[in-house]
């Protein structure tokens, strides 16, 4: 055997076609159906187990597990049959219980499994047209019933069993809906539906007799005994645009998941932009829970149906919409993403769905009627997976990651240390190659319009580089990173990854390049394609250094071991081939299976390839003789890519199937495969600047939030305690008077339980007197009695001895019939036995004389068969003489016939061959033709394109040039609006600044105040205090008090003792002197005490004057404050109407010196004039109008500075009242002393 062993580790992908491919083990572990197996997944821990299905099979069609959730049963074609196997289903290691076959079916596959409820029984059905159903008893591999049902045509079939009854069963299909019963051997159809047939998609029992049906035109309806009980139809559903908006997202959006938590995915809205509501809506899935079932009517969407209190009527109750395909921004028809299985919980708080498009999505079911919402939302139960063939799979030395593409347009970056996703990205191109730098910080992808070099970054991946290289299939980085190699059509270019410059073109293959792979040192180069072509290339020349072609075989992937100048290649031939310089050394055969990847690890002892059938094989290295290999089921496609990993731990591979598959390599001692050094991954990120630019900002901007919103809860906590404080309060006060009224209740209580009491006693007393009369009463009557009784026993015993004695009587009567009895019978049996004793005898004397006889006819057989066995014996001799002869002859002529056939059959081989090789010739120049023809089409469209654009740009250029005319015209406004503005400012900035220095000397003031309230609240705190200690002293004296009364008590007992004794004076004396020894001295107490209450109830009585001055003094203070912030208010208020006087006059005062200024200037004019003319006395000038205008500037100048004067008084009243208000603490935190003589005497 071979030495390499493969383990898989987890398995990215799921084959939604499997019919029932979704199952619950227990509450966390759910069995759904992946490449060729079924896996065991932990919904929380996220661990994958595997459970394989049979040899050489063909794939698995259906599962199904048992009710009580232990049994598993698996469908599955080997060697075109159908066979079901049934497994043990455990934590641990599973086992193959049995394998069930119907080789008398005819048919190569089960397409519907269901067990019975008590797991006994297993029924299955064949795919349509030719339905056959077939029931076992499955522990004893018997097939107890098998039917044929008849069906219009193709399409969906399901299988079921009734919750509560293991012989009925019901089935559905396209025009199939029929009730089995099995009994006596057979299943006969019991009950059909009434109307006309339609193509039933699902079906659920959601009762003992009730099955619940879905139709592909949207009709859901509920059959009991073949009657419809209900039935509605559900219209095709469109998510609420206001979701849609929320979560729409651009076809290339990126989504980055917690290596831990796959939870945190985007769950956007299925999108229909297309006009999908005119569709049909089809009811792919149903199932049923305890409050009704569910169903899947529009692609994305589960509805909820649950019973109401009617009978057999169900209402719609909720939708849960899947997350959004982000395969395309424009779904059409062909696009749709349907719901086909749907599965709940054992305790069904979540629920589990598959699509079509290879997705599982998880729901957990809303506990209460309060937290169900009308619109909910599944998730991804792991991580999104690839809905198509993946194309590309790549590693890379520093990270522990994989990188892969599909045909559905996604890049995604695995972690296959951690078995999570983390990068996904989606594209509006098909991506078909993908390569990772050894870094692990770049990726090359290769789309169908071009090759992109993208940074992978924390949670994005960012193109900075796109090459012209058209449908680039194959790609990869040299083991260096500074080169890479991108495959376009026939020709390899070779890029820089520093310069991004084309270095050297590799032409020379004639047909596509299938694979390259790059030496250990980068110097060279290797490929082949589709034509068998294998070509060694030297990068410093950009030549040939060797090649191996053979025509007959197409190269599907190389392979590189580290050994100098050795090639692993596997193509269509079915072989695996090494080649070393030029030729072929050592060819492995497939056995009728074609290889389609292969992959070396890094030590170069290990092979590993994948076939067409999904499976993967291992050998070791140097290829035995004779060949040994692993074999173990992977995929259910053929296998695409493999890679083995730098420290060759891991084996990844991927298929057609859309699943990736993680192996662990082991040698033969079951021990994982180490290397010299230990490999650290590095654990750098990238990140663009501007992500941490906006992250910095927001920190920011939380970080302020978080302080507003410390600075507004430290002010509502304490409003809260300041509330809480006068509640707290007043519920005291309450508390008090309640106590005070319970003590009154409860003394008046105290008083009536005592009369009560006594009347008791009183009761009690005649009570017990009753009794004992009523006791010897009945003692006297019961003896009475009791003698009645004692006469009628002693006649009762007397009867029994003598019905005993005649019983024994007859019992020795019986004894002596029984023994005459059996005499007489030994005496005629023994008659009988001498009887037949003698005739025995004569039949044994006839036995013997007729053995004599027998002998002696045997010996006359024996003679006459020996005469003719020896006739016999000579007449075939003679016949075999004559067929050897003729055999002889025979024998030449068929030599001459086979000469003729070998040349006949040489020559048909020859022209067979001729044949193959104008057909892989046509083949290939259809190809040619093909690739071109696309290639001019997408020449066309590119020119096409190129010149919208040109178009585009030059209307652009256009439209700016009339932009930059009109931003010239505005500027010129701007400027001159801007020039006016400066003007405004500087007048507003002095107001600003005298505001400014108004607001300063507010808040001074406010400081002040806040320093008041503090000194407050530290003498409320020394006055709660003090209340306290007041409450412990009442407690005190209420303790002493209770002390009293006990010892008033006892005293008043002792002395209504002593008072017996009044008849004897010596008696009576001695307990007088006992009790006055007892009391006195504890009298002496009593009135120490007396004495001590009186102070203290002095004492209370001044603290509460004091208490009650003070709360009188603290409500004053209360509205002095208020009176205080009223008129601080109304001052306010005045002093900015008086601001905005200011204001005018000031606006005023500028207008009259302007005029000032023209008068002044006429005047001087007029001046000159007079004096010119005619002088005129100063009287006369004095009383000119322009002298009364300067005593009018006098006259407003006086008017400003009494307001400024009226404004300073203000201010210095509202100050004087500030100090009068505030309150002054006392020096030594106590209460003044009060004299209150007078009170007491008074």
Known sequence: MSAVVAQPVAIFGCRSQVAGGLCFFDEQILLYAAGASCVQFHIEQKWQKFIPGSEKSQGMQALAISPNRRYLALSETVAEQPSVTVLEVVLGPTRRRRTLAAAELPAREFVALAFSPDSRYLVAATGPPDVHLAYWLWEKQQLLATTHIEGPGEGLCQVSFSPQDNAQVCITGNGIFKLFKYSEGTLKATILPRGELQNYLCHAWVSAEKVVCGTDTGRLMILENGEMRWETSVEYKIPPRELEEDTTKEPGSLTSFSAFDSSDISCDLVSDDNGLQDALPRICAVAAYSKGFACSSSPGVVLLFEKTEEKDVYRETQEIWIPRDFSSSEQDQSDREDIICICFSPSEETMIVSTTKKQLYMFTMPSTEIVKEKLAHFIHLHFPLHSNSITGLDSCIRKPIVATCSLDRSVRIWNYKTNTLELYKQYQEEAYTVSLHPTGLFCLVGFSDKLRLMSLLYEDMHVFKEFAVRSCKECAFSNGGHLFAAVNGNVIHIYSTTTFENTNNLKGHSGKIRAVKWSADDAK???????????????????????????????????????????????????????????????VPAFDVVYTAVAVSHSGHMLFIGTSLGTIRTMRYPLPLPTEFNEYQAHAGPVTKMFVTDDDLFLLTASKDGSFLVWKVYDKEGQILKREKE????????????????????????????????????????????????????????????????????????????????????????????????????????????????????????????????????????????????????????????????LLEETEETIRQQLHIYEEIKKQIEDDEDREIQEIKIKYERRLQEEKESNLRLKGETGIMRKRFNSLQKDIEDRNNEIEEMKLEQQKLQGIIASLEKDILALKREIQERDDTIQDKEKRIYDLKKKNQELEKFKFVLDYKIKELKKQIQPRENEIMVMKEQIHEMEGELERLHKQNARLELNITELQQKLKATDREVHRERQKEQNMRALIKRFKTDLHNCVGYIQDPKKLKDRICELYAKYVHQTDMVETVELDTDLQQEFIRQREHLERNFATLKRKVVKESEIHRGDYVRIMQENVSLIKEINELRRELKVTRTQVHDLQSTLGLIKKKQVMQDPVPSSELLSSPAVLRLNAEKESEKIIEMQQLEIQRLRDQIQEKGQVFAVQPLSDGKLPVLKLEGSHGT
């Open 525 to 587: 180069l290797v490929s082949c394609d589709a034509h068998g072509a294998v070509y060694e290339w030297n990068l410093l020349s950009g030549k040939r250094e060797s090649e191996c072609v053979l025509r007959s075989c197409n190269y599907s992937s190389i392979a590189l071991s580290p050994f100098p100048k050795i090639i692993f290649a596997v193509g269509s031939d079915q072989t695996l081939k090494e080649i070393s310089e030029s030729s072929i050394v050592h060819e």
């Open 679 to 838: 490999v650290e991954y590095a654990e750098e990120v990238l990140i663009m600047r501007s992500d941490i630019e906006e992250k910095g900002q927001a920190l920011l901007d939380l970080q302020i939030r978080v302080k507003e919103l410390q600075t507004e809860n430290a002010y509502q906590l304490r409003l809260k305690d300041m509330n809480c404080n006068e509640k707290i309060k007043e519920i005291k006060e309450t508390f008090t008077q309640e106590i005070d009224c319970l003590k009154t209740k409860h003394e008046v209580l105290q008083a009536e339980k005592e009369k009560q009491e006594l009347q008791h006693q009183y009761q009690l007393f005649e009570l017990m007197k009753k009794q004992a009369k009523e006791v010897q009463d009945l003692e006297s009557s019961n003896n009475q009695k009791l003698l009645i009784e004692n006469e009628k026993y002693q006649e009762l015993q007397v009867k029994s001895q003598r019905m005993q004695e005649e019983y024994e009587k007859q019992l020795h009567d019986l004894e002596e019939s029984k023994s005459k009895a059996l005499e007489e019978l030994t005496e005629y049996y023994e008659e009988k036995l001498n009887e037949k004793s003698v």
